[in-house]
C-alpha cells in the first residue's frame, strides 16, 4: 500500500489566455491549492468544481463569472492517481457528480462501425484498382518467377505419360501459332494427376491441365476450347492482375488487423487461393471471347469448345460447392468437377460462343491429331 498521494503535477489553464501554467497540486479535504512560483496559490473550493471527465487525461473545471464575463479555468492532470486521490479526500458531495473518465460507447461504435464500412470499401476496391493499375507495368520476368513458385507448390506431375504431354503441348503451340503479334510467354503445359475437372492458367505461361480434364474431353478439340481459354488468361494477364488483386486484399486485411505476420502468411498461402486466381466475371467472358477467336483463327473445329462448354454446365448444377479446406493433392480418390465453379459460368457463355461461332458453321475445319485415338489419351488416367 502506498500512502494516499496528496501532491501532484499539472497544468492550469486561466480561460483568458492559451498559455499553459505548470502548477502544483495539493489536495486537502476544503480545497485544491494550484500552486505556481512567483504568484499567490490559487484556491479552489470544491462546491465551485466540476469534472470534465469525458476526456483523456480528465481535468476539472472552474467556472468564474465576474467583472470581465464567464470564463472557465481548467486543470489537467496526467497522473492516473490523481482521479482517485480526489475521490477519497474531496467532501461526498463533489465526488458524488464524478462520472470518472468515462467512455463514450455510443460515439465508439459509431465510429468503429464507419471505420469498418470504409476498410472494408477500401479493400474491396483499392485492391483491384492498384492491381489494375501495375499490371501493365510489371515484367514479364516478374510474371514467371511468381508463376514458377506457385508452380512448385502444386503436386504436377513429375514424370507425365510423354504421348498426352506431346498432345496437349502440340495443342499449345498451334494455338500459339494462331497468336496475332509476338507474345512474350512461354506457354507450357503441365499434368495436375488429379480428378478434379479444372485447369488454370498460372501467370508467365504455366498452363495446368487436371486429369479430370483429360477424362471429361472427348476429342482433342474439346480440350483445345479450353487450352485457348487458358492461354487468354496468360496473354491478358488475368492471372497476374487476379492474383495482385489477392495479394493486395489480404496484405490489406492484415495491415487494418496490425498483423505483419499474417502479411507475408497470405503471401504464402497463396496457393490456398488457386481455385480463383482473383479471376473475375469479365475476365472469364473475355477470356471465352478471345479464346474462341484463337480456336477460329487455327481453325479448329469450334464445336469442340462448345461441347466441353456444355458437359461443364451440366456437371456445375450438381456440385457448386468447391472443395474447400482441403490440399489439391488429397482429392485423388475424389471427383469434383469445378471448373465451372472456379470459372463463374451460366448458360451466357455458352450463349456467347456460339453466337460468336454461328458466321463460321459452313467452314470446313482441319482435323485436330487426324491419327490419334483419343481413348489412348483418356486411357492413361
Ligand atoms: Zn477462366
Do not use: C
Given at each position: 500500500?502506498?500512502?494516499?498521494?496528496?501532491?501532484?503535477?499539472?497544468?492550469?489553464?486561466?480561460?483568458?489566455?492559451?498559455?499553459?501554467?505548470?502548477?502544483?497540486?495539493?489536495?486537502?479535504?476544503?480545497?485544491?491549492?494550484?500552486?505556481?512560483?512567483?504568484?499567490?496559490?490559487?484556491?479552489?473550493?470544491y462546491p465551485h468544481l466540476r469534472w470534465a471527465a469525458e476526456t483523456s487525461p480528465f481535468h476539472?473545471?472552474?467556472?468564474?463569472?465576474?467583472?470581465?464575463?464567464?470564463?472557465?479555468?481548467?486543470?489537467?492532470?496526467?497522473?492516473?492517481?490523481?482521479?482517485?486521490?480526489?475521490?477519497k479526500i474531496a467532501p461526498e458531495s463533489f465526488s458524488a457528480t464524478a462520472k470518472g473518465p468515462?467512455?463514450?460507447?455510443?460515439?465508439?461504435?459509431?465510429?468503429?462501425?464507419?471505420?469498418?464500412?470504409?476498410?472494408?470499401?477500401?479493400?474491396?476496391?483499392?485492391?483491384?484498382?492498384?492491381?489494375?493499375?501495375?499490371?501493365?507495368?510489371?515484367?514479364?520476368?516478374?510474371?514467371?518467377?511468381?508463376?514458377?513458385?506457385?508452380?512448385?507448390?502444386?503436386?504436377?506431375?513429375?514424370?507425365?505419360?510423354?504421348?498426352?504431354?506431346?498432345?496437349?503441348?502440340?495443342?499449345?503451340?498451334?494455338?500459339?501459332?494462331?497468336?496475332?503479334?509476338?507474345?512474350?510467354?512461354?506457354?507450357?503445359?503441365?499434368?495436375?494427376?488429379?480428378?478434379?475437372?479444372?485447369?488454370?492458367?498460372?501467370?508467365?505461361?504455366?498452363?495446368?491441365?487436371?486429369?479430370?480434364?483429360?477424362?471429361?474431353?472427348?476429342?482433342?478439340?474439346?480440350?483445345?476450347?479450353?487450352?485457348?481459354?487458358?492461354?487468354?488468361?496468360?496473354?491478358?494477364?488475368?492471372?497476374?492482375?487476379?492474383?495482385?488483386?489477392?495479394?493486395?486484399?489480404?496484405?490489406?486485411?492484415?495491415?487494418?488487423?496490425?498483423?505483419?505476420?499474417?502479411?507475408?502468411?497470405?503471401?504464402?498461402?497463396?496457393?490456398?487461393?488457386?481455385?480463383?486466381?482473383?479471376?473475375?466475371?469479365?475476365?472469364?467472358?473475355?477470356?471465352?471471347?478471345?479464346?474462341?477467336?484463337?480456336?477460329?483463327?487455327?481453325?479448329?473445329?469450334?464445336?469442340?469448345?462448345?461441347?466441353?462448354?456444355?458437359?461443364?454446365?451440366?456437371?456445375?448444377?450438381?456440385?457448386k460447392e468447391l472443395p474447400e479446406e482441403k490440399p489439391i493433392s488429397e482429392d485423388n480418390d475424389?471427383?469434383?468437377?469445378?471448373?465451372?465453379?472456379?470459372?463463374?459460368?451460366?448458360?451466357?457463355?455458352?450463349?456467347?460462343?456460339?453466337?460468336?461461332?454461328?458466321?463460321?458453321?459452313?467452314?470446313?475445319?482441319?482435323?485436330?491429331?487426324?491419327?490419334?485415338?483419343?481413348?489412348?489419351?483418356?486411357?492413361?488416367?
Amino acid at each position: 500500500m502506498t500512502a494516499r498521494k496528496l501532491q501532484f503535477s499539472g497544468i492550469f489553464f486561466d480561460g483568458r489566455s492559451s498559455q499553459k501554467h505548470h502548477v502544483d497540486v495539493e489536495l486537502t479535504p476544503q480545497e485544491i491549492i494550484l500552486k505556481e512560483p512567483g504568484n499567490e496559490p490559487i484556491r479552489w473550493a470544491y462546491p465551485h468544481l466540476r469534472w470534465a471527465a469525458e476526456t483523456s487525461p480528465f481535468h476539472i473545471e472552474h467556472p468564474i463569472a465576474d467583472k470581465n464575463g464567464e470564463h472557465l479555468e481548467t486543470l489537467v492532470v496526467e497522473d492516473r492517481d490523481f482521479y482517485a486521490s480526489v475521490l477519497k479526500i474531496a467532501p461526498e458531495s463533489f465526488s458524488a457528480t464524478a462520472k470518472g473518465p468515462s467512455f463514450n460507447w455510443k460515439l465508439y461504435s459509431a465510429g468503429m462501425l464507419v471505420l469498418v464500412f470504409f476498410a472494408y470499401v477500401f479493400i474491396k476496391t483499392v485492391p483491384s484498382f492498384l492491381a489494375d493499375q501495375m499490371v501493365d507495368k510489371i515484367p514479364v520476368e516478374w510474371e514467371v518467377t511468381v508463376g514458377q513458385s506457385i508452380l512448385k507448390m502444386l503436386p504436377v506431375a513429375q514424370k507425365p505419360d510423354p504421348e498426352v504431354r506431346k498432345v496437349l503441348q502440340d495443342t499449345v503451340d498451334l494455338l500459339e501459332q494462331s497468336v496475332k503479334g509476338d507474345q512474350p510467354y512461354d506457354l507450357k503445359v503441365y499434368i495436375l494427376p488429379v480428378k478434379q475437372v479444372n485447369a488454370l492458367a498460372l501467370p508467365g505461361g504455366p498452363i495446368v491441365i487436371f486429369e479430370g480434364l483429360l477424362s471429361k474431353a472427348e476429342s482433342p478439340e474439346e480440350l483445345a476450347g479450353v487450352i485457348a481459354h487458358e492461354i487468354q488468361h496468360i496473354l491478358l494477364r488475368h492471372s497476374t492482375r487476379g492474383i495482385l488483386r489477392n495479394m493486395a486484399e489480404s496484405m490489406l486485411v492484415s495491415i487494418f488487423l496490425g498483423d505483419v505476420n499474417s502479411v507475408m502468411e497470405g503471401v504464402i498461402n497463396l496457393a490456398g487461393e488457386l481455385e480463383t486466381l482473383g479471376l473475375s466475371r469479365e475476365m472469364e467472358t473475355e477470356a471465352d471471347q478471345k479464346g474462341m477467336e484463337l480456336i477460329l483463327a487455327a481453325n479448329i473445329d469450334p464445336h469442340g469448345m462448345i461441347r466441353i462448354f456444355e458437359k461443364l454446365i451440366q456437371e456445375e448444377s450438381p456440385q457448386k460447392e468447391l472443395p474447400e479446406e482441403k490440399p489439391i493433392s488429397e482429392d485423388n480418390d475424389m471427383e469434383f468437377s469445378f471448373y465451372f465453379s472456379t470459372h463463374p459460368s451460366g448458360r451466357n457463355r455458352l450463349a456467347q460462343l456460339e453466337k460468336q461461332m454461328e458466321s463460321h458453321e459452313n467452314r470446313i475445319w482441319t482435323p485436330l491429331f487426324p491419327d490419334l485415338d483419343w481413348n489412348d489419351i483418356k486411357s492413361v488416367n
